[in-house]
């Protein structure tokens, strides 16, 4: 990152450096990480492991970890290239190939934070597959009853 990563905080927003949860002020406030080795969330972005239940959401929960400094970032980028690469053969919509590529590019950064930002766009589109999939089971369930 050659001018560091900035992070825009809400009035009282509380968010994580180092291990430490700190909270901002009565304004909003913009906050420049110049460290590359700080490990910062804020808690509006971070996933309860029991909400990490979609492949999606497993590799944004792994990213977060890397994030907050509970996994090291070698073990975790194992698991996040491998889960990439199935994400990409599974998805065949050109836009969240794209997303797939650019998550990609963060990791070989080691960008964890830009990581999960990209992963969680890609929420939306994984509950619209899992939607599609379910129906399709449901339909299918019901055409074996018949």
């Given at each position: 990152?050659?001018?560091?990563?900035?992070?825009?905080?809400?009035?009282?927003?509380?968010?994580?450096?180092?291990?430490?949860?700190?909270?901002?002020?009565?304004?909003?406030?913009?906050?420049?990480?110049?460290?590359?080795?700080?490990?910062?969330?804020?808690?509006?972005?971070a996933l309860h492991p029991n909400d990490a239940?979609?492949?999606?959401?497993?590799?944004?929960?792994?990213?977060?970890?890397?994030?907050?400094?509970?996994?090291?970032?070698?073990?975790?980028?194992?698991?996040?290239?491998?889960?990439?690469?199935?994400?990409?053969?599974?998805?065949?919509?050109?836009?969240?190939?794209?997303?797939?590529?650019?998550?990609?590019?963060?990791?070989?950064?080691?960008?964890?934070?830009?990581?999960?930002?990209?992963?969680?766009?890609?929420?939306?589109?994984?509950?619209?597959?899992?939607?599609?999939?379910?129906?399709?089971?449901?339909?299918?369930?019901?055409?074996?009853?018949?």
């Amino acid at each position: 990152m050659s001018g560091g990563l900035v992070i825009r905080l809400r009035p009282h927003e509380k968010f994580l450096v180092n291990g430490v949860v700190l909270e901002n002020g009565e304004k909003r406030a913009k906050l420049r990480i110049k460290s590359n080795d700080a490990n910062l969330l804020r808690l509006r972005d971070a996933l309860h492991p029991n909400d990490a239940t979609t492949p999606v959401k497993r590799l944004y929960y792994v990213a977060q970890l890397i994030v907050t400094g509970d996994l090291e970032p070698d073990k975790g980028s194992t698991e996040l290239i491998s889960g990439l690469s199935a994400l990409y053969d599974a998805l065949p919509e050109k836009e969240c190939r794209d997303i797939v590529d650019q998550t990609q590019k963060h990791l070989n950064e080691k960008a964890f934070y830009q990581v999960m930002r990209t992963l969680k766009s890609l929420f939306p589109h994984e509950e619209k597959l899992l939607l599609i999939a379910h129906a399709n089971e449901l339909r299918q369930l019901g055409e074996s009853e018949a």
